[in-house]
């Protein structure tokens, strides 16, 4: 079974670790490791995207090391290729720190909701804070900055797309129907809310595909996913605050209808499978679960949920790097010149499609999937 992890909890210590040659299974930093790069994000970093990442940025700089190498021996003058037109013009590979042959870096991805993410960023633990949540950002980055307006926090940029997704019980096909955008997720919320406040009724025929229950399980973290889902709601003319749907009816604290789980995406998903659940979750970790499902995966389970709503603006979830100024070193900004240039994209573009055949994100500059997904 899944470990689950309460997404209130802030995680000070790195949740994978990526150096040449791929993972490091015991989270230990490399005794000879001159250079960390240090990243928090929440879901993103379960799909693998970050691995990917880390292992073509690696292959990168150590391309350039050694040619660098070659130059000084004077094996290379024809040959300089510095890899600068692969990453974002504000920094190119001459400055990296790791331009020493004999440098070990270390990439570290620390698991944090975008709120958390924002504290251990300045708390200095890590070097930038990938999140999803613009209003928390722009809360945060006014939070931290100097009296003269130089230096502090900063929004660098986007640096992919994820998409939300609206998922429910196969079992369910008949009593909700399927939609796109804002319109299809109004029309499901307000049919699971109905079918709370007003209980089916046995039809004559018995049809269990008609007579159950809906429903709704919910993050309940204030994470990025959970904010999203309120504003959802509200735009359904559902207040979360006040509707007793949302209120505990049980006694061990969950609502008959509306379940609440204080988890990351995949686990809530992995929860939503097993009790047969509506709940608000991306592509990429939908499509990660489905791979797990697969007949070559160790991880197989029975998939009992399918897509209901997604598409559209309101959907759209970009993932943006905060970054502290002043305190950030030179490698981390490579790092981020990187993921922001166009290798970088290009990796973002790509992830997913070797191993299924689909795209997980969407590259900054492009809202949607070109792909029929």
Not at 14 to 20: H, L, V
Request: aromatic residues 8%.
């Amino acid at each position: 079974s899944r470990l689950m992890i309460d997404t209130n909890k802030i995680n000070t210590e790195p949740t994978e670790i990526y150096r040449e040659g791929g993972v490091d299974e015991d989270l230990s930093v490399h005794p000879r490791a001159t250079t960390s790069i240090r990243i928090s994000n929440g879901g993103a970093g379960g799909t693998g995207i970050f691995r990917a990442l880390a292992k073509d940025y690696l292959a990168m700089i150590t391309k350039t090391t050694t040619d660098q190498q070659h130059d000084k021996e004077g094996n290379n003058n024809n040959n300089n290729n510095n890899n600068d037109d692969d990453i974002a013009p504000s920094t190119s590979s001459s400055s990296l720190s790791s331009s020493s042959s004999s440098n070990i870096t270390n990439i570290m991805w620390y698991r944090n909701i975008s709120r958390n993410g924002h504290a251990v960023l300045a708390l200095g633990i890590v070097d930038m804070a990938l999140t999803y949540e613009r209003p928390q950002e722009q809360e945060f980055i006014a939070q931290h900055q100097h009296e003269d307006g130089k230096g502090g926090a900063k929004d660098a940029g986007c640096i992919f797309n994820d998409h939300f997704i609206i998922v429910g019980p196969k079992s369910a096909r008949e009593t909700v129907p399927k939609g796109n955008g804002l319109d299809g997720a109004i029309k499901l919320l307000q049919i699971v809310h109905h079918r709370h406040h007003h209980p089916y009724k046995q039809h004559e025929d018995n049809d269990s595909n008609n007579n159950h229950d809906l429903i709704f399980l919910s993050r309940f973290d204030r994470s990025a996913t959970h904010c999203k889902e309120n504003e959802l709601w509200q735009r359904a003319g559902i207040d979360p605050d006040t509707d007793s749907f949302f209120q505990s009816h049980h006694g061990d604290g969950t609502s008959s209808s509306y379940r609440k789980h204080q988890v990351f995406p995949a686990e809530a998903l992995q929860l939503s499978n097993d009790i047969g659940a509506f709940t608000v979750t991306d592509w990429a970790t939908w499509l990660n679960f489905c791979s797990s499902s697969s007949s070559t995966s160790s991880l197989q389970h029975d998939i009992t949920l399918e897509i209901y709503v997604r598409g559209g603006d309101i959907l759209l979830n970009p993932c943006h790097a905060i970054i502290m100024e002043d305190t950030m070193t030179s490698s981390a900004r490579h790092f981020l010149a990187y993921m922001l240039g166009p290798r970088g994209q290009g990796v973002i573009r790509d992830f997913g499609k070797e191993r299924l055949g689909k795209p997980f994100f969407t590259p900054a500059a492009q809202m949607d999937f070109k792909e029929d997904l």
